[in-house]
């Protein structure tokens, strides 16, 4: 509530002295019959009604439990103004001011208005209609026995105040009432209303809010408790008006309770109003302000005291608090793509702001939902258990929040962890786990006559593994120059491999220079991979475009006997390695790398590219890929299972300083062969 000491002379008053009357928009002190001008109207109940305008009064008798409602016909509440109206001490309870959308009490339909009640002697309220539903708001005790004057304020086109006047102070009890504006009418109608008896009323007048004395700020803006301000929002109020304050002192922070630590002062504040309108002060907000905070505004003004030197007297303001706009949902970090188990369980979570608060994942752009084996469909982390083939695909999340607004995260990848893709090459050039043709290219004319073999499917020793292999540019395929061997629409398809991926082939050649194996890379794009035999000597080596190459600097692949080459790419955490076996061995590692490019190229056999280039002069046989990083003792099973025996496939282990033999093992040998030296010694 706030209060104001009248040291203007009271409204009323003022209108009726000559000159004055422009104050108001409009003013009846009933001093003559102008019962013509008003519409008098039954609102419920069955008793008798009248009005009439007499001894300076208007006069509204009701019969038993009857309403009638008394309303001027053509006077009107606009934007910016206040109606009054002086309840006379005599009244008593269930008499009101109201203001409305016809000429009478709203009530129904589309009827907005609000109906300023003084209930009974222990309450006053505002019934408040919106589109013809009440709804009311009680604010307890007022003053008795006096007359009392009755306020409703319409400070923009949808919200409202009201409060009294007791004669020598202003209360304000609400000014924060909405109320939808109604289609066609700007203006509301006003008028009182009386509940069973006779009821008297004296001065109705409408007057713009400005004129009504404070000495207190009012109209703050942002309006208080008002929602969703802008962040760069200015402070603006109307200072006290019943005096000319010595200065005004602006309190501003969090906590509604102003306590000395932490409070920002503005004293003495310094009005930045363009117009110079001594009615507005403006500020700028003293802090930087955050986005869905709420904060509390207090203006001070300060009184000037005429008694000997005493300092001004401190007028404490009102409480006024505003809540800052929401940020924008954001997410900091985007789902990650993972390659699982059958079985297993996947889980993919973002991380947002903490403006965010709504969450929805999707797989391939349907609205998932908790059940079957998925939780966490409404939430930042979603989990799919006991993943089957059919969860493979992509997901992603939409956060939101109530500003409102929404983001889209980035797609993960979720795919079963196994054998993606197996060309045995035996006597066809089918995929026999995903179904996929490879095709051989020709980069002949078709009409060449030397060209009398595509592909050539090698028996005997041109296989390693089944009853056949693939030769390429040898054997009866020599009249082929340059061919290599595509596997059309797979791009897509083989994208996974940023998660992890093994790529494993034997191969046969005596051939020098580079030669393509296995790749996935467009012509010119710094993307993809490569698993290739190199310029030097050659040698293996495994490719990650963009990022770097593990290379082999051992064994020569190009003897003329089969040799099982294998390039991995190991995520782990987002770090990624390169890997490169053969014969079952590491041979080579690069890495980590952070950034792996995405390429659309096709998976292609026997080419560093998808044009043709380095194509490979001999046998390739039994091309397998797996989508995920296959363990060193898969990789040396693979090629045990062709040769078996026992394999060094980590040269690195643990304790290796003291393997004295080399042979990959610490054991007595090395003991045998630690003693054998035993207090030897180069001292002199």
Avoid at 381 to 406: F, H, K, M, R
Avoid at 567 to 573: F, I, K, Y
Avoid at 603 to 630: E, K
């Amino acid at each position: 509530m706030m209060k104001a000491n009248l040291l203007l002379l009271f409204i009323s008053v003022l209108l009726m002295v000559a000159g004055s009357a422009s104050a108001a928009s409009f003013y009846d002190g009933f001093e003559t019959d102008t019962s013509a001008d008003y519409i008098g109207t039954r609102t419920y109940g069955t008793g008798a009604v009248d009005f009439n305008v007499s001894g300076g009064m208007l006069n509204v008798t009701t019969g038993g439990s009857t309403t009638y409602s008394v309303f001027h016909q053509t006077a009107s509440l606009e934007v910016g103004e206040a109606v009054g109206i002086v309840s006379k001490a005599s009244n008593g309870q269930e008499t009101y001011l109201t203001v409305s959308t016809i000429t009478r009490s709203p009530n129904t339909g589309t009827e907005n208005g609000i109906r300023f009640h003084v209930q009974n002697a222990s309450n006053i309220r505002a019934r408040v209609y919106r589109n013809g539903a009440e709804s009311a708001v009680n604010y307890g005790a007022y003053p008795t026995g006096i007359d009392l004057t009755l306020y409703v304020f319409r400070k923009t086109e949808t919200v409202y105040g009201v409060g009294y006047h007791d004669g020598a102070d202003l209360t304000v009890l609400d000014e924060e009432i909405e109320i939808p504006q109604t289609a066609g009418v700007a203006g509301l109608y006003v008028g009182v209303e009386v509940y069973g008896g006779t009821r008297s009323f004296d001065d109705l007048h409408i007057v713009v809010l400005d004129d009504i004395p404070s000495d207190v700020a009012t109209s703050p803006l942002p309006a208080n408790n008002e929602t969703a301000v802008p962040l760069d929002t200015m402070l603006t109020w109307n200072p006290v008006n019943v005096f000319a304050p010595v200065k005004q002192v602006l309190l501003f922070r969090e906590d509604p309770n102003f306590p000395a630590d932490g409070t920002v002062i503005v004293d003495p504040v310094v009005d930045l109003d363009l117009d110079d309108d001594p009615k507005t002060t403006q500020v700028t907000v003293p802090i930087s302000l955050e986005h869905g905070t709420t904060y509390y505004w207090r203006v001070d003004a300060y009184e000037p005291n005429d008694v000997g030197t005493q300092d001004p007297i401190a007028r404490p303001g009102i409480v006024w608090s505003f809540t800052t706009l929401l940020a924008s949902a954001e997410i900091l970090v985007g789902p990650a793509s993972q390659t699982v188990p059958i079985g297993g369980t996947a889980q993919f979570s973002i991380t947002v702001t903490e403006a965010t608060t709504g969450f929805q994942w999707y797989k391939d752009g349907v609205a998932l939902t908790d059940g079957a084996g998925i939780t966490g469909a409404r939430s930042q982390v979603l989990t799919i258990n006991d993943v089957q083939l059919a969860d493979e695909g992509y997901y992603y999340c939409v956060a939101s929040n109530d500003l409102p607004s929404q983001v889209a995260s980035t797609e993960a990848r979720l795919v079963i962890q196994r054998l993606v893709g197996h060309w045995t090459f035996d006597g066809h050039m089918n995929d026999i786990v995903g179904g996929l043709e490879a095709v051989v290219v020709d980069p002949n004319p078709s009409g060449d006559p030397n060209n009398t073999s595509i592909a050539y499917y090698g028996a005997g020793d041109d296989a390693i593994i089944g009853t056949g292999s693939l030769a390429l540019n040898v054997g009866n395929s020599s009249d082929m120059t340059g061919g290599w061997v595509v596997i059309p629409d797979s791009g897509e398809l083989y994208n996974f491999y940023p998660q992890g991926i093994t790529a494993n082939a034997w191969v046969k050649t005596t051939a020098g220079g580079y030669q393509g194996l296995i790749g996935k890379r467009v012509d010119t794009e710094n993307a993809g991979f490569n698993l290739m035999a190199t310029n030097n000597s050659p040698r293996a080596a495994f490719a990650l475009r963009g990022s770097g190459t593990a290379t082999d600097t051992v064994i020569s692949v190009n003897d003329g006997q089969w040799h099982m080459v294998t390039g991995v790419l190991r995520n782990v955490d987002g770090a990624v390695t390169v890997e490169l076996f053969v014969d079952g061995i590491r041979r080579g590692t690069a890495g980590p790398y952070t950034n792996v490019a995405l390429t659309e190229s096709d998976l292609f056999f026997g080419a560093n590219r998808l044009n043709g280039m380095s194509p490979l002069t001999g046998y390739i046989d039994d091309v397998r890929i797996y989508n995920y990083a296959r363990s060193l003792e898969e990789i040396a099973d693979e090629y045990k299972a062709v040769y078996p025996g026992i394999l060094c496939i980590d040269p690195d282990f643990t304790g290796r300083e003291f393997d004295f033999n080399g042979n990959c093992v610490v054991d007595l040998a090395d003991f045998a062969a630690m003693a054998e030296a035993w207090l030897a010694t180069g001292l002199y």
